[in-house]
């Protein structure tokens, strides 16, 4: 069955240093999504893209935040400048039936 | 604004007990509304859907209904099993909308 894939499953980063989160979407899927969690509280919507450009983002999702789609099979998210306050859980997802999201396993990004 | 509040955890049950775990909403219009489970490791999982008022969602045992009257969507199933242990989480798509709002998540575990 296909699935979502994310990389790193675990990152470890300064604060003030550049993060990327890479995600492969189910590869017939045309939107594409990243939420976050951090621990202990709920999964937060961040972003979702289609087409080539982002179709809403949350408040959380400021000028620190940006999403790439470099290739055919690639989703990105990246942090310019880590905070202590983005450390969380960041999970990918991809949307091809209307209505139903698949999950990627997450990304848990520790900033130090 | 949108939301979802989901029943707190822990949640422990003996193999076999019935479960049930609460969510209500709040949302204009008419959602489409999900419970996704979260198994060890790995990343959120569709369990369930309902698209509108009296649907039925159900899968593997599990179901949910719908209830505008009391905007709940209260996921239960019969009789649990070990393999059951996870963390659930109540979601909602507003109309017209592709992002998730989601529960707190309530960790169920299950006893032999």
């Known amino acids: 069955e296909p699935e979502v894939t994310q990389t790193p499953s675990h990152q470890v980063t300064q604060m003030g240093q550049e993060v990327i989160l890479r995600c492969v979407p189910i590869?017939?899927?045309?939107?594409f999504y990243w939420y976050r969690q951090i621990l202990g509280q709920k999964v937060e919507f961040l972003v979702s893209?289609?087409?080539?450009?982002?179709?809403?983002k949350s408040e959380i999702f400021d000028d620190q935040f940006s999403v790439e789609r470099p290739d055919g099979s690639n989703f990105t998210l990246k942090i310019r400048s880590t905070k202590l306050e983005d450390s969380a859980m960041y999970f990918c997802?991809?949307?091809?039936?209307?209505?139903?999201?698949?999950f990627g396993p997450g990304t848990r990004l520790t900033v130090t | 604004g949108d939301s979802v509040t989901q029943m707190e955890g822990p949640v422990t049950l003996s193999e076999e007990a019935f479960l049930t775990i609460n969510c209500t909403y709040t949302?204009?219009?008419?959602?489409?509304l999900f419970w996704y489970v979260q198994y060890p490791g790995e990343g959120l999982q569709l369990l369930l859907k309902?698209?509108?008022?009296?649907d039925k969602g159900s899968n593997k045992g599990f179901e949910a209904t719908y209830r505008k009257e009391t905007t709940s969507f209260h996921l239960e199933k019969g009789s649990v099993q070990v393999s059951d242990s996870a963390v659930y989480f109540c979601?909602?798509?507003?109309?017209?909308?592709?992002?998730?709002?989601f529960g707190t998540g309530t960790r169920l575990t299950v006893i032999p």
């Open positions: 997802a991809s949307d091809g039936v209307p209505y139903e999201q698949y």
């Open positions: 590869s017939n899927h045309l939107y």
């Open positions: 893209f289609y087409n080539n450009e982002i179709s809403e």
């Open positions: 949302a204009t219009g008419y959602p489409s």
């Open positions: 309902a698209t509108k008022a009296d």
């Open positions: 979601a909602l798509r507003r109309t017209g909308a592709n992002n998730l709002f």
